[in-house]
């Protein structure tokens, strides 16, 4: 009895476990983990996103962050992500939001994208991947605009703000004239 009842509790972890090992598809350098909905709102709020914003999500699986910040603050939105799969995921999502009108998706590599248009970027990506970022939002997006960043800092770039929702760090910096002319140097 107490066997059969362990091979029991094992098989329903296991069976539990599907659905999350699943979202940690590799796709380039990044594993997909879905942010929550309640971080997905901190992180735009914490950018202060408002409708004349164009916000871009470098990662964007599943479309989330630039559909809720096209539903929820009138937004328009740019996802960018290395996986067909997810592009695919991400325009269905808008399309059910009904925010087609105000959300593109672009199948690519978040390193090659054009991000100047942006005047905020979020990201969900990891530590070593945001460094190697930095210098390309460093140069290519315009004084004003904000970064924000789920989990995961940028080493030495210190964050304008930081915030915690629901036990998970979420970080904000702002591009600068003084900050683009250091980098240039």
Do not use: H
Request: proline share 5%; with cysteine.
């Amino acid at each position: 009895m107490f066997l059969e009842r362990r091979w029991a509790v094992v098989l329903l972890a296991a069976l539990l476990a599907l659905p999350v090992a699943a979202q940690y598809e590799e796709s380039g350098d990044v594993p997909y983990v879905p942010t929550p909905p309640e971080v997905v709102e901190g992180m735009l709020k914490l950018a202060g996103v408002k409708s004349s914003d164009v916000v871009y999500d470098l990662g964007c699986g599943d479309g989330r962050i630039v559909i809720m910040a096209a539903e929820k603050f009138g937004a328009r939105g740019v996802g960018i992500d290395i996986n067909p799969e997810r592009i695919r995921e991400a325009e269905e999502n808008a399309r059910k939001a009904g925010v087609t009108g105000r959300v593109r998706f672009i199948q690519g590599n978040l390193f090659d994208a054009d991000i100047q248009e942006a005047t905020v970027v979020t990201l969900y990506l990891l530590s070593s991947v945001n460094l190697k970022l930095r210098p390309k939002l460093i140069k290519e997006l315009r004084p004003g605009a904000r970064v924000v960043s789920n989990t995961f800092d940028m080493g030495d770039w210190k964050p304008d703000r930081e915030i915690e929702v629901n036990g998970r760090r979420v970080y904000l910096w702002t591009i600068t004239d003084q900050l683009k002319r250091s980098a240039a140097r």
